[in-house]
């Protein structure tokens, strides 16, 4: 029984090594996503029109979600190896761990609405 627990608590994937390729996949989109905002904040004078016809750009538009669902793979696969790591009253895990995955869930849908 314990184990069934167990398996039904990890991490994003249920598996470690699959949790560790989301963690490192979903650091290189935020990495990309940085860098792309990063260049285009450079090479152009911001303005308010300019920067909205930028995000509202289709291949933007996808972009954002990318690094949206990737933002939320990443803090998932974190948050879970810190608090399973560093956390080791079950109770209080539990509540940070709920608190952690309806924050994430707020996040996802928030900047979903922001975009789309």
Do not use: C
């Amino acid at each position: 029984m314990g184990d069934v627990m167990m398996k039904s608590a990890t991490g994003l994937t249920g598996s470690g090594s699959r949790d560790w390729v989301v963690q490192r996949i979903s650091a290189v989109v935020l990495a990309v996503y940085s860098l792309v905002m990063l260049g285009w904040f450079l090479t152009h004078q911001p303005t308010f029109e300019l920067w909205r016809g930028f995000m509202l750009s289709l291949p933007m538009r996808l972009f954002n979600l990318l690094a949206i669902l990737a933002l939320v793979g990443h803090a998932w696969v974190g948050m879970w190896t810190v608090l399973t790591d560093y956390v080791k009253s079950s109770g209080l895990r539990f509540v940070l761990q709920a608190a952690m995955i309806i924050a994430i869930i707020v996040y996802l849908f928030w900047g979903v609405m922001i975009f789309f």
